[in-house]
């Protein structure tokens, strides 16, 4: 569980967010959606560690993340972002390990436990397969599920993913969707992923947080339609609006 406690954020002297107070629950999958420039990134940066660059609390599972050291930190937020991994070379078992690195020594060598953790986080996300397949020889879609088996991998209560559709095709992105949603229900994960495409948050989320500058709104998807925040925000086509 993440809380936010009267959280404020921006960049100069632009505030984004102000004294906003808000839970993302575990065993949840929320979309983070916003206008462009509202300022989704931003506040990603300041919930993943890095960016400190703001007032106020942010906790995960009651612990401030002010006060981890980032060793800690990476043992209790995993974060997924928009570039993609393309080292000639470089295995899906190998991306993978980089998330026990919390966990292992100084030489970094994984023991029986941190490889079969890699595992199993990789056949969690459908790739247990390709364990030994390169990198550079996987589409977008698969180096995805990569990088979040990565993640995985890391064993944090919270994963934050900027953006985990883009370059996607759209049959793709429902899939990768539907996975994180498997991962917030079935391994009791908080999932926070922000998004530009509505028909993925209004349909495939259990919560939306709306930036609103400088509000910040966060309600199941139905109360959020319903209080007509989408509406006001995006002006939905009709054919979208007849869908929710």
């Not at 990134?41 to 002010?66: M, W």
């Not at 990088?147 to 985990?164: C, G, S």
């Not at 993925?200 to 339609?225: E, G, T």
Request: hydrophobic fraction near 45%; charge should be negative.
């Amino acid at each position: 569980m993440m809380e936010l406690d009267d959280f404020s954020v921006g960049y100069g002297r632009r505030m984004l967010i102000e004294h906003a107070s808000t839970v993302v629950p575990s065993s949840c999958l929320t979309a983070l959606i916003g206008r462009n420039g509202a300022g989704k990134s931003t506040l990603l940066r300041a919930l993943g560690g890095l960016d400190r660059n703001y007032s106020g609390g942010i906790r995960v599972d009651g612990t401030e993340l002010r006060e981890l050291v980032p060793r800690d930190m990476a043992r209790m937020i995993a974060f997924v972002t928009t570039e993609r991994v393309r080292v000639p070379g470089l295995t899906c078992t190998d991306v993978v390990a980089l998330g026990r690195a919390p966990y292992t020594g100084w030489a970094g060598q994984l023991s029986a436990a941190d490889r079969s953790v890699v595992r199993d986080s990789l056949e969690a996300v459908g790739m247990g397969a390709y364990a030994l397949r390169t990198m550079d020889r996987m589409s977008d879609g698969e180096c995805q599920r990569v990088m979040i088996a990565r993640a995985l991998a890391q064993d944090t209560p919270v994963i934050l993913l900027d953006e985990p559709t883009s370059f996607l095709d759209l049959p793709n992105r429902f899939e990768l969707a539907s996975l994180l949603g498997t991962l917030a229900h079935e391994h009791g994960k908080c999932v926070l992923f922000s998004t530009h495409e509505l028909d993925i948050a209004l349909h495939m989320a259990d919560a939306i947080m709306l930036v609103d500058s400088p509000r910040l709104l966060n309600m199941p998807v139905k109360d959020m339609v319903a209080a007509g925040h989408i509406d006001r925000i995006f002006r939905l086509p009709d054919w979208m609006r007849a869908a929710l």
